[in-house]
């Protein structure tokens, strides 16, 4: 059995064996490692992060911080309610933490642990900013987009180990896929399947944030603020984990009816642009 043939049955068992579903997508998506293992890890990494950094709290915007993510998680339960996925949530403990920090930065833990930098608020700029950023941050956890990496990084190296065992008689051939191997699959596979998860993650904060009653297209006029200030200093798409600002500007603007139209669905008619 040549070694295409072999890495390729490999990675339909690995995956049959271990796979979830994406409610979002109806995507079946890899899950080598269970959530239950996960979550209790992501929290305890979360707490030392916040023992170890500046967090603000009682002020107006950490305040804000909190009312505007639990508006959104509120916006999620509603729609997994609703699509027939009652009780999805069970295993998820939300918590929104403001962090004195520069960075343009917020990010989210498996599990719904998430953190908001000082430095993004700016731009940001005003409550539909932060629902923006917010709604695919939640959007992130939703997707067990934690999850899915974590399994993409066991299989990239899982697949490494059965070529340099495949091709053992052939140390010419083995110093070639080693050679090769790594950086192929980081910009063919890796690199591509985490731009994947951020469009996935605009995508459905979109329709969260429009649930909660914030316009969506303000996340477009986010990413144009973003635009601005990165000032042009971007890797190419192809090399970076995240798509270009324009790129997002563009798909968001053409999802933005569509989330609107779904949070319709839930009784809301109107959207708040500030």
Excluded at 139 to 158: I, K
């Amino acid at each position: 059995m040549n070694i295409k043939k072999t890495l390729s049955l490999l990675g339909v068992a690995v995956f049959m064996v271990a796979c979830a579903t994406n409610p979002f997508t109806g995507k079946k998506t890899m899950a080598l490692v269970p959530n239950s293992q996960i979550f209790p890890m992501a929290f305890q990494q979360y707490d030392q992060f916040l023992a170890e950094n500046k967090v603000i709290t009682g002020t107006a915007q950490a305040n804000k911080i909190k009312t505007i993510g639990q508006q959104i998680a509120t916006a999620s339960e509603r729609w997994l309610n609703a699509n027939g996925y009652a009780g999805y949530l069970k295993d998820y403990q939300w918590e929104y933490n403001l962090v004195d920090d520069p960075a343009v930065n917020a990010w989210c833990m498996p599990g719904g642990k998430i953190v908001f930098y000082t430095g993004i608020l700016p731009i940001a700029q005003n409550d539909a900013g932060i629902a923006a950023v917010m709604g695919h941050e939640v959007a992130h956890a939703l997707a067990n987009h934690g999850q899915q990496r974590m399994s993409a990084a066991q299989y990239q190296g899982l697949v490494a180990v059965a070529g340099n065992v495949a091709l053992s008689k052939d140390p010419e051939a083995q110093e070639d896929f080693n050679k090769y191997y790594g950086l192929g699959s980081t910009v063919g596979v890796m690199l591509p399947f985490s731009r994947s998860h951020e469009s996935e993650a605009d995508r459905i904060g979109l329709t969260l944030m429009a649930i909660a009653g914030y316009d969506p297209i303000e996340a477009a006029n986010l990413w144009k603020r973003m635009q601005a200030n990165a000032g042009g200093q971007a890797p190419p798409e192809f090399l970076s984990t995240h798509p270009s600002s324009q790129t997002r500007i563009n798909n968001i603007t053409s999802w933005a009816p569509e989330a609107k139209a779904e949070a319709r669905k839930y009784g809301v008619t109107t959207f708040k642009k500030k």
